[in-house]
C-alpha cells in the first residue's frame, strides 16, 4: 500500500515537470484544440522549375468582363464568374474584375489589397508597393513572396514569387497576379503580359 502511494505521488511529480516543461517551451497543447503557430518561409529551391521558355507562344484571351489579355498557350484554363485563372505547374495567371468607387492608392493599397494578402495567404512577406505604368495607363504593382500549397507528394510547399498589377478604370478595378516559384527568371514575360492588359 505504501510502495503504490508513493509510485502515485513519483508518477504525479513527473507529469507535473513535464506539463511545466511544456509551457515554457511552447510546445504544450490541450487535447482537441489546434496548436497556433505562424507558418514560416519555405527556403527558395536552387533551380526553380518555373522558367517560361523564350519560344512561349501567347495568345489573346478576350473575356466577356471587358478586357483582354495575352496569356500563354496551352495552360490550364479555368473561368470564373469574376475573372480566370491559368496555370502550368506552379506558374500562374489570375485576374479578377470587381467594382470599385476610385482608383486605388499606395496606401489604400497597403491598408487593404496588401494586408488581404498577408491575411489569406500563406507566409506572405510584402515586398514593394509602388505605382508603375502599363500600356493601358496608370497602375499599383504589389511585389510579394509567399508559400504554395504543401506539394501531395512530398508534403513542401515552395517559395513563390509574385507581381500583382491594380488596373483601375470607370468604377472597375482587375487584379492581375502573376507567380512562379522565387528565383524562376520570367521578367520579360510577365512584362509582356501585364503590357497586353487592355480594357474593351
Given at each position: 500500500?505504501?510502495?503504490?502511494?508513493?509510485?502515485?505521488?513519483?508518477?504525479?511529480?513527473?507529469?507535473?515537470?513535464?506539463v511545466?516543461?511544456?509551457a515554457?517551451?511552447?510546445?504544450?497543447?490541450i487535447?482537441?484544440?489546434?496548436?497556433m503557430?505562424?507558418?514560416r518561409?519555405?527556403?527558395?529551391?536552387?533551380?526553380?522549375?518555373?522558367?517560361?521558355?523564350?519560344?512561349?507562344?501567347?495568345?489573346?484571351?478576350?473575356?466577356?468582363?471587358?478586357?483582354?489579355?495575352?496569356?500563354?498557350?496551352?495552360?490550364?484554363?479555368?473561368?470564373?464568374h469574376?475573372?480566370?485563372n491559368?496555370?502550368?505547374?506552379?506558374?500562374?495567371?489570375?485576374?479578377?474584375?470587381?467594382?470599385?468607387?476610385?482608383?486605388p492608392?499606395?496606401?489604400?493599397?497597403?491598408?487593404?489589397?496588401a494586408?488581404?494578402?498577408?491575411?489569406?495567404?500563406?507566409?506572405?512577406?510584402?515586398?514593394?508597393?509602388?505605382?508603375?505604368?502599363?500600356?493601358?495607363?496608370?497602375?499599383?504593382l504589389?511585389?510579394?513572396?509567399?508559400?504554395?500549397?504543401?506539394?501531395?507528394?512530398?508534403?513542401?510547399?515552395?517559395?513563390?514569387?509574385?507581381?500583382?498589377?491594380?488596373?483601375?478604370?470607370?468604377?472597375?478595378?482587375?487584379?492581375l497576379?502573376?507567380?512562379a516559384?522565387?528565383?524562376?527568371?520570367?521578367?520579360?514575360?510577365?512584362?509582356?503580359?501585364?503590357?497586353?492588359?487592355?480594357?474593351?
Amino acid at each position: 500500500m505504501q510502495g503504490s502511494t508513493r509510485f502515485r505521488r513519483y508518477f504525479q511529480f513527473v507529469l507535473t515537470t513535464i506539463v511545466a516543461f511544456a509551457a515554457l517551451t511552447g510546445s504544450a497543447q490541450i487535447a482537441g484544440t489546434p496548436a497556433m503557430a505562424t507558418e514560416r518561409p519555405a527556403a527558395p529551391e536552387k533551380n526553380p522549375p518555373g522558367d517560361i521558355p523564350d519560344t512561349q507562344v501567347f495568345v489573346t484571351y478576350t473575356s466577356p468582363l471587358g478586357f483582354s489579355l495575352k496569356v500563354p498557350e496551352g495552360w490550364a484554363r479555368t473561368d470564373r464568374h469574376d475573372g480566370a485563372n491559368f496555370s502550368d505547374k506552379y506558374n500562374t495567371v489570375n485576374i479578377t474584375v470587381a467594382s470599385a468607387a476610385s482608383a486605388p492608392t499606395a496606401t489604400s493599397a497597403a491598408d487593404h489589397e496588401a494586408a488581404d494578402l498577408v491575411k489569406a495567404g500563406r507566409a506572405v512577406k510584402i515586398e514593394a508597393i509602388r505605382k508603375i505604368v502599363l500600356r493601358s495607363g496608370p497602375a499599383l504593382l504589389i511585389v510579394y513572396t509567399s508559400n504554395s500549397e504543401p506539394n501531395p507528394v512530398t508534403n513542401k510547399p515552395l517559395r513563390l514569387e509574385s507581381n500583382r498589377y491594380l488596373i483601375y478604370r470607370g468604377g472597375k478595378l482587375a487584379i492581375l497576379d502573376l507567380s512562379a516559384p522565387l528565383g524562376a527568371d520570367n521578367a520579360d514575360q510577365w512584362k509582356l503580359m501585364s503590357d497586353s492588359f487592355q480594357w474593351r
